[in-house]
C-alpha cells in the first residue's frame, strides 16, 4: 500500500499531553461498523459493549525508563541512548543517537557512573549492542537516572512514571507502553468482570517498531522488527476455548 493512504490533518492541539486525572473519563468514538453511525463517549462506557462469556485480552508488560543520557569516555561527547530488548548478561540492544561514533570498544559512562556501558557489537539503522556494568540490582540502578520513553509528540516528560503504565503493568520490560490500555481503571475492569467477561493477560514487550517512522513508499517493503511476546498456557487454553465456542 502506498504510504500517502495514511495521511490525515491531526491538529496538534488535540493531542492529549497528559492523562485524565480518572483514566476512563477520556473520550471514546464508538463506531458502529454496520449502521456506518458513530457515537462520542466516554471510556468507561466501554463496559456497555461487552457481555457474559466475552474474553478481554491485556498486555501486562510495564515500560522501563529507558532513555537514557552518557557521555562517551576520552571524548565526552553526549550520547542519547534507548534500551530495547534485553539480551541476557548485562547486555542490551540499544538505539543510539549519534550512533556513527558509537564503536566496538567504545565506553559510555551514565551519570556519575550509575551505570557504564562497553559497546561489543555494532549493527544497522543505530543499533548497538551494550554491556552494563553496575552495582546492585540493574533495574534499580536504572530507576535512579533512566526517564520514561514517550512518543515524540509527547513535549512534557511525566512527573509520575506510572502515569505512563497500564493499571495492570506487571512485566518489566517494554521501552513504549501500550497506550491503548491506558484508560482502563481498576473500578472499570471489576465492572466488566462481574458482567462475566473472563480477562486473560499475556505479555507483548513492546520495542523499536515503536519508535521507528515508516520511510518506504510502499509499505510491503517496511522491515518490521520483532518483539518479545510469551503466554502461559492456561491463557492459551482460556482463548482457544472462546474461539472454538465462536465467544467475543
Same mark, same amino acid.
Given at each position: 500500500?502506498? +504510504? ?122 543505530? +543499533? ?8 546492585? +540490582?540493574?533495574?534499580?540502578?536504572? !530507576? ?54 473472563? +480477562?486473560? !493477560? ?18 510491503? !517493503? ?27
Amino acid at each position: 500500500m502506498d +504510504i500517502n493512504l495514511f495521511d490525515y490533518y491531526l491538529p496538534e492541539e488535540l493531542i492529549a499531553q497528559f492523562p485524565c486525572k480518572k483514566r476512563d473519563e477520556c473520550r471514546m468514538m464508538a463506531i458502529n461498523k454496520d449502521e456506518k453511525s458513530f457515537e462520542d463517549k466516554h471510556f468507561f462506557d466501554i463496559q456497555n459493549y461487552f457481555k457474559k462469556g466475552d474474553v478481554l485480552v491485556r498486555n501486562n508488560t510495564k515500560v522501563i525508563p529507558a532513555r537514557l543520557f552518557a557521555t562517551k569516555e576520552g571524548t565526552g561527547a553526549k550520547v542519547e541512548v534507548l534500551l530495547l530488548k534485553d539480551l541476557g548478561d548485562d547486555v542490551y540492544e540499544c538505539l543510539c543517537g549519534n550512533a556513527k561514533t558509537i564503536k566496538c570498544g567504545t565506553v559510555l559512562h551514565f551519570k556519575n557512573d550509575i551505570l557504564i556501558a562497553d559497546c561489543i557489537k555494532v549493527l544497522d539503522e543505530g +543499533i548497538r549492542h551494550l554491556h552494563f556494568k553496575y552495582k546492585g +540490582i540493574f533495574l534499580e540502578e536504572l !530507576d535512579k537516572i533512566g526517564l520514561m520513553p514517550l512518543p515524540p509528540y509527547i513535549h512534557k516528560q511525566v512527573d509520575d512514571n506510572n502515569d505512563y503504565q497500564t493499571v495492570y503493568a506487571k512485566v518489566s520490560g517494554s521501552a513504549a507502553a501500550p497506550t491503548a490500555g491506558f484508560h482502563f481503571t481498576d473500578e472499570l475492569l471489576k465492572k466488566i468482570e462481574e458482567i462475566g467477561v473472563e +480477562i486473560v !493477560d499475556i505479555t507483548l514487550n513492546v520495542g523499536l517498531g515503536t519508535f521507528r517512522p515508516v520511510k518506504v513508499q510502499d509499505t510491503k !517493503d517496511h522491515v518490521m522488527h520483532s518483539e518479545y511476546f510469551e503466554m502461559s498456557s492456561d491463557a492459551a487454553k482460556i482463548l482457544n476455548k472462546a474461539k472454538k465456542e465462536n465467544r467475543g
